[in-house]
């Protein structure tokens, strides 16, 4: 079996990245991405539009043209898909990894380029292959996971985690649980479908990283009552036909005063981390705030010859990586192994 030079688990912008940097520098590569391009994007709301500008989304120096000051997810899939077909990128879809393991464990010439790794990955149709790379980075983000409640009633059927359309809402009972982007555009959106809306938060206010031109919106439909709204408050309980919820204030909290909230639907919304179960698995250490222990200028993790970029790197702090930074990961993660294996090839 044929073992390549390097893999990079994750479609998104920084596996894209390090890819074209791949490419570039003559390595060869692959790419495995376990939904379609872009996952996370493509998972975003069909109505969202991004908080950055579009030159800060450009990867391999693609320009991103956009007639709006903030792009739109629809425009970003169509850029993305543009990058993919401008320089011919090895991608495999749907195929998900389940395992990253060390098959050679030999150090080799300069320090252990005849390392192998084993990439382990099953289709959606059951399809288990192996492949194997010198190399491996791990651009896997984090959107596809979100954050569990762990209460009761989590996985009923109405409970979602990812919110797209509304219209499926109208004239129906939802309460938006969260106090972030995601929360306060969904819960708009939703009251504007004709859906009553209740938005239920642990904190006080709404997060300080609400996008400029949405927190006046929502500030203002909680005034007017459009949008009903319960601040500290923790939700205890899903069930069948609502939620229940207790008060965050030590002085009601104790008081064990709780309140049951009609629900005919429900957005639990309250964040995304990275799995890094198949992080630990490979070896990689984690730091106290859960994001893999790496070198910040190669990315190489505990694990030599194993990568990590992206939003992978965030552990809890995801608010600490978006596209804007983590595009540049790739590049200097290709560079490290590029000149790696320039000096291995030297001896």
């Known amino acids: 079996m044929s073992v390549r030079d390097l893999m990079i688990i994750g479609a998104g912008p920084s596996g894209l990245s390090a890819a074209i940097a791949a490419k570039r520098r003559g390595l060869d590569y692959q790419v495995l991405e376990q939904g379609v391009l872009v996952n996370s ?43 993919v077909d401008m320089f011919d990128l090895q991608i495999a879809f749907d195929e998900v990894v389940l395992s990253v393991s060390l098959e050679d464990d030999s150090t080799g010439r300069a320090g252990g380029e005849d390392r192998v790794f084993a990439v382990e990955t099953r289709t959606s149709r059951g399809v288990r292959r192996v492949r194997l790379a010198h190399t491996v980075i791990l651009a896997t ?48 959106e939703l009251f504007r479908a004709g859906a009553s809306v209740t938005l239920v ?6 997060k300080s990283t609400i996008k400029y031109w949405v927190r006046p919106d929502i500030e203002n439909r909680f005034k007017e009552g459009s949008i009903a709204s319960r601040f500290n408050s923790l939700v205890q309980e899903v069930r069948p036909t609502s939620i229940v919820i207790t008060p965050t204030e030590p002085a009601l909290a104790s008081a064990s005063v709780n309140e049951e909230l009609a629900a005919d639907a429900v957005f639990l919304l309250v964040g995304y981390r990275a799995d890094t179960d198949l992080f630990v698995r490979a070896g990689v250490q984690l730091t106290e705030r859960e994001g893999p222990v790496h070198d910040p200028e190669t990315f190489e993790t505990n694990v030599p010859g194993l990568y990590v970029a992206g939003g992978a790197i965030a552990g809890v702090d995801t608010g600490t990586i978006f ?4 595009r540049f990961h790739g590049e200097k993660i290709v560079e490290a192994i590029a000149r790696r294996l320039e000096h291995a090839h030297s001896i």
């Open 41 to 83: 994007i493509y998972r975003f709301p069909p109505q969202m539009v991004f908080f950055t500008t579009p030159e800060l989304l450009e990867i391999g120096g693609l320009p991103f043209v956009s007639p709006y000051e903030k792009p739109t997810r629809p425009e970003a899939l169509r850029y993305y898909r543009k990058v």
């Open 141 to 188: 983000g984090y959107y596809d996971h979100p954050v569990m409640l762990n209460i009761p009633g989590e996985d009923l059927p109405h409970v979602n985690h990812f919110y797209g359309d509304p219209h499926p809402y109208y004239r129906k009972r939802v309460v938006v649980v969260g106090g972030g982007n995601s929360a306060a555009e969904a819960a708009l």
């Open 201 to 206: 938060h642990r904190g006080p206010e709404m």
């Open 323 to 326: 596209i804007e930074n983590g």
